[in-house]
């Protein structure tokens, strides 16, 4: 079973991010789009290694990293993602001033975080995988230039990041005290076996999910999530929505389904979620009817968002986790796609206002936008409608009826604040001026494979799902 | 227990000859000789001006190579002992701090000016 | 002897970072760190960890504060002023440590001494953590260096966008 080729995937990835950056570093053009080009290949040749190792269960290390059919599933997600993130990338980097250079080098470098905590099973690894993340998260969120509140929006990340890391290494200091391991299955079955050791195990296992909640920005630590959102360039934005998201909630789940399994599924971690579950799906919902800065607005909607997710993790329902993120993935990146096309140099349009009028004068994008909207709100025939409805009744089938409603409810709630723009789009006469500066082949054809993902798994989900039931599968 | 003797050490080292100025030293006193030292001139501005932000960079770079660099150490130790792994093990760390050398060269993070 | 050295360490560590907090001059502050982190150096000196113990003192009370340094005359914040607390703010998060401290005082009381065997046979000595480090950690110990990188990347980066302005 062991193989080098376990490593290939991770290997390509950090050497595309050195190349790209020692090209840009050499070379000096002045047009970055080749560097897009570069990463693009390089991300083809991972998902064709990925691909072979399809059902092979891959491992390495001492089974310290292990490529499972979830880990390479997300590998592939994040794949998509950050290709996807790269194209619309492309037109923003001119316009708004960004380093080319860096961006496609550090979204290189959190890839290859995302994939070292996705592909493994070792509390160290996927510590460290989380914090190539981070870092290259916070440098990418201050990246744009002249701004200050992309510079606030790196600090304010940073520090709120520190104080996670901070929480989620104290957690793994308890849980190695209790366990003398930071195996995920050695600390789950040190829990079964000592049931006395458990109090301090319990205590190490709550601060490791505070520091992945301060991630995925559940209730409590969710304070960031605006601030950075509007300040980070908009393609960064779109990453964080969904890389990080994703990945937080896969580790979440590796560590608590098993959990569940052992029988602590009436336990006192399941409550203490469960309540944050239902919190985090209100605030989101509740606090976004406010926002007039769709940026701020996506942002708790990826709170809101946040909240379904954690109820298939508490679920222990895999595939329907898993089919969420796929269907977040498209209609996220396909969102603040919209956004970017909504721009001209030095200007990005982000407020509510800014959108009055703005689905006659361009008909196509404001279709394409209204499409997203309404599959994030959940109406069929969207992915967006499957994905909840999957979630609600893997929930009521493991008697989780109660937040099922709760989800429900804040669902019309947060449908709401979709519509909104969607009215402002078509029934208001525009009050100022937009006008896009330049029509960009990528930023369209990326918005056009999102539409084709979102309807695609919202009428015709049947192959991706049997896909992601093997990928579900591998966890136990 | 050589550990404990060298923490003692520079430990009462660094509290004696801290204390010792305070024991031994006269203590006459007066505003005046209080001043920052400033050649004898009145002293022209109140506190340090803000450092450039490059010192920070350097003190960075200077932090990050010192973390990689402290791994060589336990490496030196085993070498022997597990040559060929050893000697593939840390080319491949250290492959990539010159990347990470060249890259910060060649963005000017050296450059003063 | 051991345990009279342990309480004298362990007061000046506790003592320093109350004295970091409290202390209004940020260079002050940047000192009782220093210290703070030495004793913690002595601390690990005690365990039997000697490597642990060295590294604290090159990295954390070396390089790391030499960058603190930097960065407090960078900012070069006035004294005196304090930034501005709302005093419910003080009250709850006085009551939410308080909270957290009885928390982890429970949960260690809570539970059983464990058993100082299995995970430690090994040995501590730097000889044994490069043994460990190469074979055991080898993974995470390579992915430390993308981790470097990528840090080196962001500092660079961030730097190099103000000095344009």
């Known amino acids: 079973m062991n193989g080098f080729g376990a490593l290939a995937p991770l290997l390509i990835i950090v050497g595309a991010a050195l190349v790209i950056l020692l090209l840009d570093a050499f070379l000096k053009k002045d047009n970055k789009n080749y560097l897009a080009c570069l990463s693009l290949f390089f991300l083809v040749v991972c998902a064709v290694f990925c691909l072979r190792s399809w059902n092979k269960n891959l491992s390495y290390f001492e089974g310290q990293l292990r490529l499972d059919n979830l880990a390479l599933f997300l590998a592939f997600l994040f794949l998509i993602a950050v290709a996807f993130v790269m194209f619309i990338g492309m037109k923003y980097l001119t316009l708004q001033n960004v380093p080319g250079g860096e961006f496609y080098g550090l979204l290189l470098l959190a890839l290859s975080g995302l994939m070292i905590m996705t592909s493994s099973l070792n509390f160290i690894v996927i510590f460290l995988g989380l914090e190539v993340l981070s870092v290259s998260s916070y440098a990418l969120a201050g990246l744009k230039g002249k701004d200050e509140k992309s510079s606030e929006s790196a600090i304010k990340y940073f520090l709120m990041g520190s104080f996670a890391s901070a929480f989620l290494i104290f957690g793994l200091a308890l849980l190695f005290g209790t366990a003398h391991s930071l195996e995920i299955s050695a600390v789950l079955s040190s829990f079964r076996a000592n049931f006395e050791g458990q109090l301090l195990g319990l205590v190490g296992l709550g601060l490791v999910i505070i520091g992945f909640a301060f991630k995925i920005s559940l209730v409590p630590f969710h304070m960031w999530t605006p601030d950075v959102y509007e300040g980070a360039p908009t393609p960064v934005t779109a990453f964080f929505a969904v890389g990080p998201k994703a990945a937080g909630f896969a580790v979440l789940f590796r560590i608590l389904a098993p959990y569940w399994n052992e029988g602590f599924k009436s336990g006192r971690i399941f409550d203490v979620l469960w309540t944050v579950a239902a919190l985090t799906m209100l605030i989101g919902s509740l606090i976004g009817l406010r926002q007039k800065n769709i940026k701020r607005l996506f942002a708790y909607s990826s709170i809101a968002n946040a909240g379904y997710m954690l109820i298939a993790v508490l679920a222990g329902d895999g595939a329907s986790l898993i089919f969420f993120l796929t269907v977040y993935l498209f209609m996220g990146i396909g969102a603040f796609g919209s956004l970017i096309a909504l721009s001209k140099k030095d200007r990005e349009y982000t407020d509510l206002e800014d959108f009055a009028g703005v689905g006659f004068k361009y008909p196509w994008l404001g279709a394409i936008f209204s499409v997203f909207l309404l599959s994030l709100a959940g109406f069929p025939p969207t992915g967006g409608f499957l994905a909840k409805f999957y979630v609600f009744v893997g929930a009521v089938r493991q008697d989780l009826t109660s937040l099922v409603i709760i989800g429900v409810l804040t669902s019309l709630i947060s449908a709401f604040y979709y519509l909104r723009i969607i009215v402002y789009m078509y029934m208001r006469e525009p009050e100022r001026d937009v006008d896009i500066e330049i029509e960009n082949p990528a930023l369209f054809l990326v918005l056009f494979l999102c539409l084709y993902g979102v309807l695609q798994l919202g009428i015709f989900p049947g192959n991706v799902l049997y896909v992601i039931r093997q990928a579900a599968a591998s966890l136990f | ?113 | 002897m051991m345990i009279l050295l342990f309480f004298v360490l362990s007061v000046i560590c506790v003592g320093s970072v109350l004295g970091m907090i409290i202390s209004k001059n940020q260079a002050y502050s940047a000192l009782f760190l220093v210290l703070a982190f030495s004793c913690l150096g002595g601390l690990f000196g005690m365990l039997g960890a000697p490597f642990m113990a060295v590294v604290q003192i090159i990295i954390y009370a070396g390089a790391i504060m030499v960058l603190f340094i930097f960065v407090i005359m960078m900012i070069n914040l006035r004294k005196g002023i304090s930034p501005e607390r709302k005093k419910w703010t003080l009250a709850v998060s006085a009551v939410i440590s308080v909270v957290l401290l009885a928390e982890l005082v429970f949960a260690v009381l809570g539970t059983p001494p464990m058993p100082y065997t299995a995970a430690f046979s090994s040995g501590t000595s730097p000889t044994d953590i490069g043994r460990l480090l190469f074979t055991k950690y080898l993974y995470p110990f390579e992915i430390t260096s993308v981790l470097i990188i990528a840090a080196l990347v962001g500092a660079i980066v961030l730097v190099k966008k103000r000095e344009k302005e």
């Open chain 2, 1 to 113: 227990m050589e550990l404990l003797f060298v923490f003692l050490i520079f430990g009462l080292l660094g509290v004696v000859l801290l204390s010792l100025n305070a024991l031994l030293g006269p203590k006459k006193t007066n505003p005046d000789k209080e001043q920052p030292f400033e050649c004898g001139s009145p002293y022209l501005q109140d506190e340090i001006k803000p450092f450039p932000i490059k010192f920070s960079v350097v003190a960075f770079i200077f932090l990050l190579f010192d973390i990689e660099v402290v791994f060589f150490f336990p490496w030196a130790l085993v070498f022997k002992e597990m040559r060929p792994a050893a000697l593939v093990i840390m080319l491949a760390y250290g492959a990539i701090l010159p990347a990470g050398f060249v890259y910060a060269w060649k963005k000017g993070a050296f450059k003063w000016d």
